[in-house]
């Protein structure tokens, strides 16, 4: 990628750590323990590979349950990231805590690790939104959640008593950005990994490989 002034957009990446049966459950039946970590590996090195090609700094990687594994620390070492815990009683809370953290030093672009077809230029495309003086940016995923939030300051009333996890919270987002009266960028919808289809239509676009042979132990 051609060189380019970093963007003062940051980006927060928050990753689970890719432990057997800890990681990707619902694809446990499909990939085995094992195979469901080492796909979590995968994502979360993806993800953090495409914030760097962006030009959006500085990034960060927000980790669960803690900072310990092994592959948080390969990452910082091998890419311009700096680590940190997520905390907070569940996603939302934790969500916000970065964003309180993070925000005072300017706009900043949280996503997963979820989603393989996101790419370096859908984070532009929202970094850019903040920057011509939108309050919020998203880009929802097809399954009714959001694989990227972007705010310019915290917005509580976007975390609290969310049903995360379900169809829901893409449409309850939208009913409280309504209701604040919030400036909004939405971008096209995009598709995650989370379920056993959503991996074989992730293996057929190439971007994953097939299950590991180990697939069928418990």
Not at 152 to 171: H, K
Request: negative net charge.
């Amino acid at each position: 990628m051609r060189d380019e002034m970093p963007d003062p957009t940051q980006i927060a990446i928050f990753a689970k750590a890719p432990v057997a049966g800890y990681a990707k459950t619902r694809l446990i039946p499909l990939l085995g323990r094992q195979g469901a970590a080492d796909l979590q590996a995968l994502l979360v090195r993806r993800t953090v590979e495409t914030a760097t090609q962006s030009a959006l700094r500085p990034i960060s990687l927000w980790c669960t349950p803690d900072q310990s594994h092994g592959l948080f620390a390969s990452l910082s070492q091998e890419f311009p990231i700096a680590t940190h815990q997520q905390i907070g009683s569940d996603l939302g809370a934790r969500m916000l805590n970065a964003f309180e953290a993070l925000t005072p030093k300017g706009p900043v672009i949280l996503i997963g690790t979820d989603c393989p077809a996101l790419a370096a230029e859908h984070l532009v495309h929202c970094a850019s939104a903040l920057r011509d003086g939108a309050d919020a940016a998203f880009i929802p995923a097809e399954d009714g959640g959001y694989a990227l939030i972007g705010l310019e300051r915290p917005v509580p009333q976007l975390f609290e008593d969310m049903p995360w996890g379900t169809s829901e919270v893409m449409s309850r987002t939208r009913e409280r950005l309504r209701e604040l009266r919030l400036d909004v960028f939405e971008a096209h919808e995009i598709w995650d990994i989370d379920t056993p289809a959503d991996f074989l239509r992730a293996q057929t676009a190439g971007l994953v490989d097939g299950p590991p042979s180990e697939a069928s132990e418990p």
